[in-house]
C-alpha cells in the first residue's frame, strides 16, 4: 500500500485536479457535450500522470478524482451559454499537452485567461446578426419581401432586449419572455399600421435568434451518449426558454388580436 504523499505531490495532484475541473467546467459553460467534457478531464489527467482518473460530469456540476489517492473535487457550474470558440480551443491546449508542447503549469495559466483570450464578437454586431438570422429565415419559411425590412428591424429590437435584460437583471428565462413579447408587440403595430403584411411571418422570423436550438441538439446527443441526467437537465432548460417565448407570444395575441 502506498504511503501517505509529501507536500510535492498533493501540490501537483491538487495542480492537476484544478486543471482538469477547470477545462471541464469551460467547456461545460460554453455548450459542450457531457461525454466530450469527460473525455478532455481524463486524457488531461492520463496525460499528467494519473492514468486511473475518475470523471462525473452534469450540466450543473463535475466532479473529478484519482484512484491511486484519496484527492476528490468538485466544481459548481452556475452558468451555461453557447461559445464553441472556447471549446475548441480547450481541446487544442488538450491535444498540446498531449504533445508534450506545454507542461500543466503552462496548460492551467492559458485555461485560465482563455476567458479573456477568446475572441467574441462585438455587441452590435451580434444585434446586427439577429437582424439577418431573423429576416432570412422569415423567408425561406414562406414570408414575402414586404415583411423583410420589418422583420430585420423587429428581430434586432427584440435581441436586445434579451441581451441587455441578461445583463443586468440576470434573471433566467424573463429576458426570452420580454423579447417575444416585444416582437410580438411590434410585429402587431407593423401590420397595424401597413408596414408589413403577415404578423405570424414576422413573428416566425425574428423569434429565430431566441430559440434554444443547440440546447435541444446537445441534450439529444446526451441522452443519446447515456448521459441521461444531464440530457434531462439541457432539455427540461430548453423546454423553458421556449415556454417563455411561446407564453410572451400568447400574451401579445390575447391583448390585441
Known amino acids: 500500500m502506498k504511503g501517505p504523499l509529501n507536500v510535492t505531490e498533493k501540490k501537483q495532484l491538487q495542480l492537476i485536479l484544478d486543471t482538469c475541473l477547470m477545462a471541464g467546467k469551460i467547456m ?48 459548481n457550474v452556475t452558468e451555461r451559454s453557447i461559445n464553441l470558440e472556447k471549446v475548441a480551443r480547450v481541446n487544442n491546449l488538450s491535444r498540446k499537452f498531449a504533445d508534450k508542447e506545454i507542461t500543466i503549469e503552462e496548460l492551467n495559466l492559458r485555461l485560465t485567461n482563455i476567458n479573456h483570450e477568446a475572441p467574441t464578437y462585438s455587441v452590435p454586431l451580434q444585434i446586427f446578426a439577429a437582424g439577418v438570422v431573423s429576416c432570412t429565415l422569415m423567408y425561406i419559411f414562406g414570408g414575402s419581401w414586404q415583411d423583410f425590412a420589418a422583420t430585420f428591424l423587429i428581430g434586432m429590437i427584440g435581441y436586445s432586449v434579451s441581451f441587455f435584460t441578461q445583463a443586468w437583471l440576470s ?31 414576422i413573428i416566425i422570423g425574428a423569434v429565430m435568434p431566441l430559440v434554444p436550438g443547440v440546447a435541444i441538439t446537445n441534450s439529444f446527443r446526451d441522452i443519446l451518449a447515456g448521459n441521461l441526467l444531464s440530457g434531462t437537465a439541457r432539455a427540461t432548460e430548453a423546454i423553458f426558454v421556449a415556454g417563455s417565448i411561446g407564453i410572451g407570444i400568447a400574451i401579445v395575441f390575447k391583448l390585441f388580436m
Open 171 to 201: 434573471i433566467k428565462f424573463l429576458d426570452d419572455f420580454l423579447a417575444a413579447f416585444i416582437i410580438g408587440f411590434l410585429a402587431y403595430l407593423a401590420v397595424k399600421f401597413h408596414l408589413a403584411g403577415n404578423i405570424d411571418n
Open 28 to 75: 461545460t459553460e460554453s455548450g459542450s457535450e457531457v461525454y466530450r467534457v469527460e473525455d478532455t478531464m481524463n486524457r488531461i489527467a492520463e496525460n499528467a500522470g494519473q492514468k486511473e482518473s475518475v470523471s462525473y460530469v452534469t450540466a450543473t456540476g463535475l466532479f473529478m478524482g484519482f484512484r491511486s489517492s484519496n484527492y476528490t473535487q468538485l466544481e
